[in-house]
């Protein structure tokens, strides 16, 4: 039996000759907050739309709560998009009234509690008068006030301030906790990733690079410095690795130490910064 919220089975997406997802497999555990990361053009995007019904995959297939998702939103799902699409010439209160005629599912209470929790929204004020910061606001009540199962967060943090992330953040774990709230989270900031986050989905070129519950990631993965010159010889799959005139240092995946070098496990930011700078030193070698 399929328990898992989200479930991707060998998914792909093509636009023309461009493979924006290939063979992509994961899931999403139900309650989990995971981190979606990757570099720009790695399918990040493209994948939250699949998710969310916005578009139909070329191939494989994706479910939410066992039924497959092709082109059409599944009522479990909200997805808050980078560009925050909301009707300018509405106030903030026209637009909670609208999203309650539009959803079934729709709390009032639920939208307004987070309107009221993200201080500064006037819900009297014209949607085009807002700031970056406050459309943000104002697009997350909207999310959360379907009383979604499933949520979507594409960079919901990258206009807000430091406070206003951290409230955003929270109010997100409250859904979590209470409603056991299924969060697929995609964003830069990887301070944020590593307080909030439990799992972690990372792509690179459309296809799934590392996937799973954070703590087993970086048990699989380890740091190893060494004198430069020596062999980098391991069991293990070198990520990325760096030299100086005196010093080598690697992200190594596997175990098997490689003989002289020290190692020490990974944190959340040294592994993605890893696999990050691995993608940017493919990209350089084929140009």
């Given at each position: 039996m399929n328990t898992s919220p989200v479930r991707a089975e060998n998914l792909a997406k093509h636009f023309g000759r461009t493979k924006a997802l290939d063979g992509c497999s994961f899931s999403l555990p139900e309650g989990s907050v995971t981190g979606l990361v990757g570099p720009n053009g790695a399918?990040?995007?493209?994948?939250?739309?699949?998710?969310?019904?916005?578009?139909?995959?070329?191939?494989?297939?994706?479910?939410?709560?066992?039924?497959?998702?092709?082109?059409?939103?599944?009522?479990?799902?909200?997805?808050?998009?980078?560009?925050?699409?909301?009707y300018d010439q509405f106030t903030v209160r026209e637009l909670m009234r609208a999203g309650a005629a539009m959803n079934d599912r729709w709390s009032a209470e639920r939208a307004d509690e987070v309107?009221?929790?993200?201080?500064?929204?006037?819900?009297?004020?014209?949607?085009?008068?807002?700031?970056?910061?406050?459309?943000?606001?104002?697009?997350?009540?909207?999310?959360?006030?379907?009383?979604?199962?499933?949520?979507?967060?594409?960079?919901?943090?990258?206009?807000?301030?430091?406070?206003?992330?951290?409230?955003?953040?929270?109010?997100?774990?409250?859904?979590?906790?209470?409603?056991?709230?299924?969060?697929?989270?995609?964003s830069h900031l990887l301070t944020d990733l590593g307080d909030v986050c439990d799992h972690l989905l990372l792509l690179d070129e459309g296809r799934v690079q590392?996937?799973?519950?954070?703590e087993e990631v970086l048990d699989d993965h380890q740091v190893v410095v060494g004198p430069t010159g020596l062999d980098l010889e391991t069991d293990g799959v070198v990520v990325d690795s760096s030299h100086t005139s005196r010093q080598t240092t690697a992200l190594v995946r596997g175990s098997g130490a490689p003989e002289g070098f020290q190692t020490e496990r990974p944190d959340l930011e040294a592994l993605v910064m890893g696999y990050l700078r691995a993608s940017r030193t493919r990209r350089y070698a084929r140009q």
């Open positions: 399918g990040k995007s493209t994948l939250l739309s699949l998710i969310a019904g916005l578009a139909k995959p070329t191939a494989g297939e994706i479910t939410v709560h066992g039924t497959a998702v092709r082109g059409r939103m599944h009522p479990d799902v909200s997805l808050l998009t980078q560009k925050r699409p909301l309107l009221d929790l993200l201080a500064g929204v006037d819900k009297d004020a014209k949607v085009r008068t807002l700031s970056a910061g406050a459309r943000t606001q104002v697009a997350i009540a909207l999310t959360l006030g379907r009383l979604p199962k499933v949520l979507l967060l594409d960079e919901p943090l990258s206009d807000l301030d430091p406070l206003a992330r951290d409230e955003t953040l929270r109010i997100v774990m409250t859904d979590v906790a209470e409603r056991g709230t299924t969060v697929l989270l995609s590392v996937a799973g519950e954070i």
